[in-house]
């Protein structure tokens, strides 16, 4: 069983671009989320996405938003990129139930360079 | 505000010892806590997931404890070994409306970084 694929690996990109991330979760899997992470502040929740529509969202300025198709795949987009969005992203994939014990598999995430 | 606090921040260990890591939580109310182990510039990967009414669970060398009443949980590594150098982050998922899950918002601690040294 193939786990999360998230493409590109890695990243440059210049300030005031913009940039789109992909993410193919776990087949069956419905719920995708991603996360920012960086030195100084760890991982942080950017926003999850189940069957098409989103379902949480974090702090982050509405520079961040993301999509979600329907076979599951999602993509999430920065726009007007700043220096400091140059992070780790990463992107996990659950069944997306509402049991206590429902798993996130990680993919290995893209690495976003902001110069 | 929930927060998860860990410590220490970073260990060195030898090859063979065991260490403890701890995670303070003020995540509330609590649906779960998870630990993972993440490689440098690679994914987090699951080790542990416990509920309110487990208090250990087992992974191979890692054995995670959960004291839901002092808001507590350790992860303890056996006989270490070099591969289990890594970031070790303790995640907790808060309860939605009527005990669901709030979707994946989980908190995250800032990690504790282990050196396994030969």
């Known amino acids: 069983k193939a786990g999360v694929t998230q493409t590109p690996r890695y990243l440059i990109k210049t300030r005031g671009q913009q940039v789109t991330l992909s993410c193919s979760p776990i087949s069956g899997h419905r719920s995708v989320s991603w996360y920012q992470q960086t030195p100084g502040q760890g991982l942080q929740f950017l926003f999850e996405y189940f069957s098409e529509t989103q379902r949480n969202k974090g702090n982050f300025p509405g520079r961040f938003s993301g999509r979600q198709f329907s076979n599951s795949r999602s993509e999430m987009n920065v726009s007007t990129l700043e220096l400091g969005d140059s992070a780790l992203y990463l992107c996990?994939?659950?069944?997306?139930?509402?049991?206590?014990?429902?798993?996130?598999?990680f993919g290995q995430g893209t690495r976003l360079t902001v110069v | 505000k929930n927060q998860v606090e860990q410590s220490p921040q970073s260990l060195i260990i030898l090859e063979g010892k065991n260490c403890t890591l701890q995670c303070n939580y003020t995540v509330s109310p609590f649906s779960n806590l998870r630990w993972y182990k993440q490689d440098t510039g690679r994914g987090p990967v699951s080790l542990t997931i416990?509920?309110?009414?487990?208090n250990t669970k087992s992974n191979g060398r890692y054995t995670a404890t959960l004291d839901a009443d002092t808001k507590q949980s350790s992860l303890h590594i056996t006989a270490s070994q070099l591969s289990d150098s890594a970031s070790y982050i303790c995640v907790v998922s808060a309860s939605g409306r009527f005990g669901s899950p709030a979707g994946n918002k989980l908190t995250f601690g800032g990690g504790t970084r282990v050196l396994v040294k030969p």
């Open positions: 416990m509920t309110f009414s487990e």
């Open positions: 996990a994939s659950s069944l997306g139930s509402y049991s206590p014990n429902t798993e996130a598999f």
